[in-house]
Nanobody
């Protein structure tokens, strides 16, 4: 069973930065695509970013492109989300997820992910 644990959330002022971490259990972390999603109050969960197993492919939602950076450290089973220039509309619970199969094409589709963390709250004040 794969377990994902997010950390690094918190309260930050607009324009500030945070780095989220997601550490996975299991020996196969390095073989799978990892994604970050978020859910704001009253809204559906949405795609934020994804990274392929070897970091050769990365994708971002348009709303975060240029401000957020996804990266991974396969030796330590960890994926990161660096968030800069945060805005109040970035306030949400952020979730990391592991893909169902090692390589997925549609990285923005939640059904392509099999395992999810419990989420970490990010609050950006204006």
């Amino acid at each position: 069973q794969v377990q994902l644990v997010e950390s690094g959330g918190g309260l930050v002022q607009a324009g500030g930065s945070l780095r989220l971490s997601c550490t996975a259990s299991g020996r196969t972390f390095g073989s799978y695509t990892m994604g970050w999603f978020r859910q704001a109050p009253g809204k559906e969960r949405e795609f934020v970013a994804a990274i392929s197993w070897n970091s050769g492919f990365r994708d971002y939602a348009g709303s975060v492109k240029g401000r957020f950076t996804i990266s991974r450290d396969n030796a330590n089973n960890t994926v990161y989300l660096r968030m800069n220039s945060l805005r109040p509309e970035d306030t949400a619970v952020y979730y990391c997820a592991r893909s169902k199969t090692p390589s997925i094409v549609a990285v923005t589709i939640q059904d392509n992910y099999a395992y999810w963390g419990q989420g970490t709250q990010v609050t950006v004040s204006s």
